[in-house]
């Protein structure tokens, strides 16, 4: 597939090759896997660098015996040397090659030689002010990697000049890969990066799959339903790299959260346990391994959690529970997961929305900041006393806010979604009195587009021009 994107990373990348003529100059790139990293370090690279993958099922002998053809094909190892040790091998490298290094999978050398990393340090610090030496350092396990460079406890502490977190492309660049691929309805690409978010390896998998131009539900079984389907394992293989064995309670907090779970003590009840019991996993899930991320209310100080992850939140949600029926093609579970995505959708074009609001200027007036908001009514029973609105955008300077509703489905009556908006607005505390409200309803399409004072309605057709246009 065409390399989409990346140019801000790209540029990062010849950025710190640039700062290398001065001195020795290291970098490492970090993110979930899937997310492209080693397809951006490979285009960045000419023929002149050095690649390396770190198989972490390699022993160091048949390792260092791999490396050793690699420098002798670039011409820094001579036909008669060979290399018996990591010393010799990073002694060699640095003595002797000018351009850039790259090692992929870098954390797996804790299952090859924990020693690389010492010996590894060691030359970064010898070889300090060696200029054209541009080394960079991948890594998918994001727990590991992050504490091998940022543990004063590891040899590599401080031994990096830049880290660059990798994150997943937007729902932007989402669609020109669908584009690429012949899906070009946008209902489709929605669908799709509901399930697959911006992580290009499964787009990767649509043009290798001969999948081009299909319906996501063809895509989706193909992924999924199908008898050793080709994701089947993936959200337990990368986790399970991730946590290693101690993966059963963080397995367990991901789904409750994936079903609707969101605040602390709604988890912990769900799983009969203490809050203080799981504090620790989801320090870890939010802050070691970035799967959780927490969205704080736009008006005050509440907080819920989300899994940031699509398609982990999509496994969550409807296989981890279900999956004694689900390994074995229970033909009821497939048909209500298939019945229950429209629903889930509803959640996941929220995203969508945003994106479309933060890209489109389409606002009478430049927001600050743009979130969820939810709260208590006053005077309703318990039970029907929580309101929730999907996106509210604002600026402090000039008391504006904007309440906005994203409906997924067709023919949405936008004179009642206005109405419930306007009274669920008004619960809001921010600026009472003094401010001016504005109002954006997202479908699918509408029953009828009116016109109202501050009200914006945007539909696929609107969201589809935009999003060509960027």
């Known amino acids: 597939m065409k390399f989409i994107n990346r140019e801000k990373e790209t540029v990062f990348l010849e950025e710190t090759k640039s700062l290398s003529s001065g001195k020795l100059y290291s970098v490492s790139i970090y993110g979930l896997r899937r997310v492209g990293k080693t397809r951006l370090i490979l ?3 000419c023929d002149k660098d050095i690649y390396f993958f770190v198989n972490k099922n390699k022993t160091t002998g048949s390792l260092l015996l791999e490396y050793q053809e690699t420098i002798r094909k670039k011409g820094i190892l001579t036909e008669y040397e060979s290399i018996g040790s990591w010393e010799d091998f990073f002694k060699i490298l640095f003595e002797r090659y000018t351009g850039t290094i790259a090692f992929d999978e870098f954390q797996n050398f804790q299952f090859v030689d924990k020693s690389v990393f010492g010996t590894l340090q060691k030359h970064i610090d010898l070889y300090e002010n060696r200029k054209n030496l541009h080394l960079i350092f991948t890594g998918s396990t994001i727990g590991l990697i992050k504490s091998l460079f940022t543990d004063a406890k ?12 990798l994150k997943p492309m937007s729902f932007s660049n989402t669609r020109r890969m669908c584009t690429h691929l012949n899906i070009k309805d946008t209902k489709e690409i929605i669908k799709l990066y509901s399930v697959f978010g911006g992580f290009p390896r499964y787009y990767v998998s649509i043009e290798d799959e001969n999948l081009k131009g299909k ?12 008898e050793n389907a080709i994701f089947e394992n993936e959200v337990m293989t990368i986790l399970s790299l991730e946590f290693g ?12 959260i994936a079903c609707g779970c969101t605040r602390i003590s709604e988890i912990a009840s769900s799983l ?8 620790r996993q989801l320090d870890e899930l939010i802050h070691r391994f970035e799967i959780v991320s927490v969205e704080k209310q736009m008006t005050g100080s509440k907080k819920i959690l989300y899994i940031n992850h699509p398609m982990m939140n999509f496994w969550f949600r409807f296989f ?6 689900y390994k074995r093609r229970d033909t009821r579970l497939i048909e209500k997961i298939k019945k229950d995505f429209n629903n889930y959708m509803g959640i996941r ?7 479309y609001i933060a890209c489109s200027n389409m ?4 927001y600050e900041i743009m979130g969820r908001e939810w709260g208590k009514i006053p005077g309703k029973p318990k039970g029907e006393n929580q309101y929730e609105i999907d996106i509210v955008a604002l600026n402090e300077a000039t008391k504006e806010i904007l309440f906005s509703e994203c409906k997924w489905k067709d023919n949405a009556n936008p004179r009642k979604i206005l109405r419930e908006l306007k009274e669920k607005a008004q619960y809001v505390r921010w600026n009472n009195g003094a401010r001016k409200e504005h109002y954006a309803i997202f479908a699918k399409s509408f029953k009828e587009k009116i016109k109202e004072p501050n009200l914006m309605l945007f539909d696929l057709d609107d969201i589809k021009t935009i999003f060509s246009k960027t």
């Open 43 to 45: 285009e960045f690279m």
């Open 154 to 165: 590891e040899p590599l502490h401080g031994r990096l000049k830049r880290q660059l977190h």
């Open 215 to 226: 319906k996501f539900e063809q895509i989706l079984d193909k992924f999924f339903f199908t």
């Open 245 to 256: 064995k101690r993966c059963g309670v963080y397995y367990d907090i991901l789904a409750s």
């Open 272 to 279: 009969g346990k203490k809050d203080t019991d799981i504090m």
């Open 320 to 325: 981890y529970k279900n999956i004694s029926d």
């Open 349 to 355: 074009f929220e995203y969508v929305c945003r994106e």
């Open 363 to 366: 606002l009478p007036f430049k």
